[in-house]
C-alpha cells in the first residue's frame, strides 16, 4: 500500500515538473499540443495526488501502525473522525494536504480556462505546476508520509498509536487547517494569473478580472481559518483567549493582512487605472507570505507553542522563496513600462488617497507583525543575543493601527473620487460623527475614559456603522419612491444592483462588530479559588456553588468534572461542568471548559483538577464581556462575502474601461510590438 | 505637485509614529533568551533583564498553592527553581518532564519569577524530529 502512494507522489511529481517544461515549450514553440498536453497533465497530477492522499487517510483510518506517519498521529481508540483529521495533524500529511489542495485548484483552473486567455494560460499553468512540484518535492525526498517504522520491511510493530494530539480533538480543529490551507494555497491562483500577464504584457485587467471572485473566496477561507482557531484557542486552551501573537498564528495574519489590502487597492485599478505595479507587488506578497507562512509553522526557525514541527526542510522553503522573490522582483521591474499608472491623485480629501490610506497601514501593520515574529532571528543575527517581543509589542502598535483602520472603513465608501467638497463631507459625516462623539460621551459618564483605546474604538464603531446603516437608507428610499416597494424589498433591490458594494458595507459591518468583541478584552475579569464541594463563591455578579466532582473513563480518556450551580442574584443561571481529561495513549490532560455564552458576556470556567495537596478543588473563572460578537461579526462577514460575489443586477461600465484603457491598450499593443520587432 | 507634497507629509506622519510605537514597543516587551547555564553566569546582569528560560520540568517539581506554581526546571544538569504567578492557568502540556519556557526576572532570592509558561510536550514533538532524521539518513 504505502508504496503504491510513494510511487503515486514519484509519479505525480514527474507529471507536474513534465506540465512545467511543455507548457513553457509549448508557449514559446506555438505548440498548441504541447499546451493541451501540459493542461492534460494536471489532470493526471491531480489523480496521482488522490491516490497518495487516499492511500494516507485509508491507512489512518483502519489503522496501519506500521507507518510511522499513522503511528505518530492517530491511535485506535480515537473516534473516526479524529482518525480522518490526522491527515494533517502532522508535518508530512499537512504538506501532502497543501499538494492535494493545490493540485485540485490547479485542475479548476485549467478547466474552467480551457477555451479563454490562451495566451495566458501556459504560463499561468507553469507557476502552479512549479509551486506544486515545489511541494511534492518535499513530501517525496525529506519527509514522506509513507514511512514504514524502524526501516525494517516485513517487521510489523502492533500497537495502539500515539494518537492524535488531544487539543485538536476538537471540532473547529477538524476544519480549522484545511480552511486555512484552502486560503493559503488560493492565493497561488492569482499569483499565477499576475505572473502570466507580467510576462505576457498584458498588466491590464484581465487577469484581474478573473481573479476577483478568486481572491474573494480564498481571501474568505483564510477569514474562516484564522476565525476558526481563534475560536478553538478560547474554548480549548482553558484560558480564554483566542489570539496570542504566536509565531504560527501571526504566519496565518500576515498573508490575510495583504490580501486584505489588495482586494482594496484592486479597485483602485479597476476603476481607476492606478496603482498597478502596488498590486502586482501585493499579489506577490500575499502568495510568498502564504508559503513563508507554511515555513514559519514547519520549520521550527521561531519557537512557537504550536510548533510541531523541527526539522530540515527550511532550506528547500529558503531556496524556494528566494528564487521566486527574485524572479518576481526581476519581471515587474522588466514590466514597468505596461504597469503605468493612468490617473493622477487630484486631492488628499477623496477615494483614492483613502484607498491609499488603507493600503498603507496594512502593509505597515504587516511589516510590523512579520518583524516582531521575526524579532529573535534578528536580533540574534545582528546583536547575537536572541531577544523576542510579545503580546504587548504587538498590541502597542496594532491597536492604533485597528483603530485607523476602523476610522477609514467608515469614511473611505463614502467620501468621493477624484475630489470631495467640504460640503459634502458635512454631509455623509455630521450625523456618524455626532453619533460616535455622543456614544463615547455617554459612555465616560460610566468610567470607560480609564480605557481609551476601548472608548475610541466604541465611538467609531457606532461611526461605522451610522455611515453604513445610513448608505443603505438612503439608496433604498430613493427605491422605494420609485419604484413604491416596502423598505425590505427595497433594501434587498439595492443589494442586488451593486452587490459589490453593498456586499462590501456588510463586510465592513462584519468588521466592526468582530471589533466590538475583541475591544470587550479590554474588560475582561478572572479570578482563582480553592474550594470543596458544597462551597460557594462570589465572582462579578455570579454565584457559584460547587455541586459535586464526580470521576470515570473511557477508552480514549479518563476524565474528572466538576459540577457547578451558577445563579446570577438569586436567579438559577444554570449547571455548568468543566472537565479535566487525561488522554491515555499520550498521557496528556487537557481541560475542557465550561463556557455560558450570552450576548453581553461569556462566564468560562476552567476546573485544572485537585490541588497539590489533594486537599481542595481547583476553580478557575474568567469573564470575557462582548466576546460572542467576535463569533456574530465573523458571519455577518462570511454573508457580505457571498453578497459580493452574486453577479450584480446592473452591470455598471466604468468611464475609463471604455475611454481610457483603449487608447493604453492599443499604446501597450504598440509598444508590445515594438518590443517584439 | 502640491497634492503629492501634502500626502508625503501625511504619510510621513503616519510612519513615523508606528516606527516610536514599534520602537517604545520593542523596548518595553523585549526578553533575552538565555539557557540555565548562561543565567547563571550572568551575575548582577540578571536582575535587569526580563528573560526567557527553557529547561525541562524536574518530575515530581510541580507544587501548586493557590494562583502561585512553583517547580524546577533543569537543562542536563544545571537546575533553576521557578514561581509561576501569572493569571493565565498554565497550559496542559505543562508536566513532569514537558520542555517549559519560562518568560519573566530573577527574583532577588534566586527563583526565577515567571509570569508566563509555555510548554512542549516532551514525549511527543521532540522525539519525532530526531526518528524522522535517522530514518532520513
Redesign the interface.
Known amino acids: 500500500m504505502e508504496n503504491i502512494g510513494a510511487l503515486a507522489l514519484l509519479l505525480a511529481i514527474c507529471l507536474s515538473v513534465y506540465s512545467v517544461v511543455v507548457s513553457i515549450v509549448g508557449k514559446l514553440r506555438k505548440n498548441a499540443f504541447l499546451v493541451v498536453s501540459g493542461e492534460r497533465a494536471v489532470y493526471a497530477v491531480w489523480g496521482l495526488v488522490t491516490v497518495a492522499a487516499g492511500i494516507l487517510v485509508y491507512s489512518l483510518m483502519t489503522g496501519d501502525f506500521r507507518m510511522?506517519y499513522v503511528a505518530?498521529h492517530s491511535d485506535a481508540n480515537m473516534a473516526l473522525i479524529y482518525r480522518f483529521t490526522a491527515w494533517w495533524g502532522?508535518q508530512e500529511g499537512s504538506l501532502l494536504l497543501w499538494a492535494w489542495i493545490l493540485a485540485s485548484y490547479s485542475m479548476v483552473v485549467v478547466f474552467t480556462n480551457r477555451r479563454r486567455l490562451r495566451d495566458m494560460m501556459p504560463w499561468v499553468n507553469a507557476v502552479m505546476m512549479t509551486t506544486e512540484s515545489f511541494f511534492l518535492l518535499l513530501i517525496t525526498l525529506?519527509?514522506s508520509p509513507f514511512?514504514i517504522l524502524e526501516?525494517g520491511r516485513g517487521n510489523v510493530v502492533e500497537g495502539a498509536g500515539?494518537g492524535l494530539?488531544p487539543?485538536l480533538q476538537y471540532w473547529t480543529m477538524v476544519i480549522h487547517p484545511p480552511m486555512l490551507y484552502l486560503g493559503y494555497v488560493g492565493f497561488t491562483v492569482p499569483f499565477a494569473f499576475a505572473i502570466g500577464s507580467l510576462i505576457t504584457r498584458q498588466p491590464s485587467d484581465s487577469w484581474i478580472a478573473t481573479t476577483r471572485r478568486w481572491t474573494l473566496v480564498t481571501w474568505l477561507f483564510q477569514s474562516t481559518g484564522i476565525l476558526l482557531g481563534q475560536g478553538w484557542a478560547y474554548a480549548v486552551?482553558?484560558?480564554g483567549?483566542y489570539w496570542a501573537w504566536d509565531p504560527v498564528e501571526n504566519a496565518s495574519l500576515l498573508p490575510w493582512i495583504t490580501a486584505t489590502a489588495f482586494l482594496h487597492s484592486v479597485m483602485m485599478q479597476e476603476k481607476k487605472g492606478m496603482m498597478k505595479v502596488w498590486n502586482q507587488v501585493l499579489v506577490a506578497a500575499t502568495f510568498f507570505l502564504c508559503i513563508f507562512g507554511t515555513f514559519l509553522t514547519r520549520s521550527?526557525v521561531v519557537?512557537s507553542?504550536h510548533?510541531?514541527?523541527?526539522?530540515?526542510i527550511g532550506t528547500y522553503f529558503v531556496t524556494f522563496l528566494a528564487i521566486g522573490i527574485a524572479g518576481t522582483v526581476f519581471l515587474i521591474l522588466d514590466r514597468l513600462p505596461y504597469l503605468k499608472s493612468e490617473a493622477?491623485?487630484?486631492?488628499?480629501v477623496s477615494r483614492e488617497?483613502s484607498f491609499?490610506?488603507n493600503n498603507?497601514?496594512l502593509v505597515?501593520s504587516c511589516f510590523?507583525v512579520l518583524?516582531?515574529t521575526l524579532?529573535?532571528v534578528i536580533s540574534e543575527a545582528v546583536t547575537g543575543?536572541?531577544?523576542?517581543?510579545?503580546?504587548?509589542?504587538?498590541n502597542?502598535?496594532n491597536i492604533?493601527?485597528g483603530l485607523?483602520l476602523l476610522f477609514l472603513t467608515g469614511v473611505g465608501p463614502l467620501i468621493a473620487w477624484r475630489r470631495s467638497s467640504p460640503e459634502s463631507l458635512k454631509r455623509a459625516f455630521m450625523w456618524p460623527s455626532v453619533a460616535g462623539l455622543a456614544l463615547m460621551v455617554f459612555l465616560s459618564a460610566f468610567g470607560i475614559y480609564e480605557h481609551p483605546f476601548a472608548l475610541m474604538s466604541f465611538g467609531l464603531c457606532l461611526f461605522v456603522t451610522t455611515t453604513i446603516a445610513l448608505e443603505f437608507w438612503k439608496g433604498a428610499r430613493i427605491l422605494q419612491a420609485k419604484n413604491d416597494v416596502g423598505f425590505i424589498p427595497a433594501v434587498i433591490e439595492l443589494t442586488h444592483r451593486n452587490t459589490r458594494r453593498y456586499g462590501g458595507y456588510i463586510v465592513h459591518m462584519g468588521i466592526v462588530i468582530m471589533f466590538i468583541g475583541y475591544t470587550g478584552a479590554a474588560f475582561n475579569k478572572?479570578t482563582?479559588r480553592?474550594l470543596n464541594v458544597g462551597d460557594t463563591m462570589q465572582f462579578g455578579r455570579y454565584t457559584m456553588k460547587i455541586a459535586d466532582v464526580q470521576e470515570g473513563e473511557n477508552s480514549n480518556y479518563a476524565w474528572r468534572k466538576m459540577i457547578v450551580d451558577v445563579f446570577s442574584g438569586s436567579r438559577e443561571i444554570g449547571r455548568m461542568e468543566p472537565e479535566h481529561r487525561l488522554y491515555k495513549s499520550?498521557?496528556?490532560?487537557?481541560?475542557e471548559v465550561a463556557i455560558q455564552r450570552r450576548l453581553n458576556e461569556d462566564l468560562y470556567l476552567?476546573y485544572?483538577g485537585p490541588?497539590?495537596?489533594g486537599k481542595h478543588e481547583?476553580i478557575?473563572a474568567y469573564i470575557f464581556p462582548l466576546v460572542t460578537w467576535i463569533w456574530i461579526g465573523f458571519w455577518v462577514l462570511l454573508v457580505g462575502t457571498l453578497v459580493c460575489m452574486v453577479p450584480p443586477k446592473i452591470r455598471l461600465s466604468y468611464a475609463r474601461t471604455q475611454i481610457v484603457g483603449v487608447t493604453r491598450k492599443e499604446v501597450a499593443q504598440e509598444s508590445s510590438n515594438v518590443a517584439k520587432g | 505637485m502640491k497634492?503629492?507634497g501634502?500626502?508625503a507629509i501625511?504619510?510621513a506622519i503616519?510612519?513615523g509614529?508606528?516606527a516610536w510605537?514599534?520602537v517604545?514597543?520593542?523596548s518595553?516587551?523585549?526578553?533575552?533568551?538565555k539557557t540555565i547555564a548562561e543565567v547563571n553566569t550572568m551575575g548582577n546582569q540578571v536582575h535587569g533583564k526580563r528573560l526567557?528560560v527553557s529547561g525541562y520540568v524536574v518530575p515530581g517539581t510541580?507544587?501548586?498553592?493557590?494562583?502561585e506554581v512553583r517547580f524546577t526546571i533543569h537543562e542536563d544538569a544545571m537546575k533553576m527553581n521557578v514561581v509561576y504567578t501569572g493569571?493565565?492557568?498554565?497550559?496542559?502540556?505543562f508536566?513532569d518532564e514537558s520542555q517549559a519556557?519560562a518568560?519573566g526576572r530573577m527574583g532577588p532570592d534566586g527563583v526565577f519569577q515567571a509570569n508566563?509558561i509555555?510548554?512542549?510536550?516532551a514525549?511527543?514533538?521532540e522525539a519525532?524530529?530526531r526518528?524522522?532524521?535517522q530514518?532520513?539518513m
Open positions: 510511522s505518530a502532522g525529506p519527509l514511512k526501516a500515539q494530539n487539543l486552551l482553558g484560558w483567549g521550527g519557537s507553542v510548533a510541531f514541527a523541527q526539522s530540515s493622477n491623485l487630484e486631492s488628499v488617497s491609499m490610506f498603507l497601514i505597515a510590523a518583524w516582531g524579532f529573535p543575543e536572541k531577544i523576542s517581543v510579545d503580546g504587548p509589542f504587538f502597542r502598535i492604533p493601527i485607523g478572572d482563582t480553592e499520550s498521557q496528556q490532560p487537557t481541560s476552567n485544572p490541588s497539590s495537596d481547583v478557575q | 497634492t503629492y501634502k500626502f501625511l504619510v503616519i510612519i509614529v508606528l510605537l514599534a517604545g514597543g520593542v518595553e516587551s523585549k526578553s533575552y533568551y526567557r510541580i507544587v501548586r498553592s493557590g494562583r493569571s493565565e492557568p498554565l497550559p496542559d502540556t508536566k519556557l518568560d508566563k509555555q510548554a512542549k510536550c514525549s511527543k514533538y519525532k524530529p526518528a524522522a532524521n530514518a532520513g
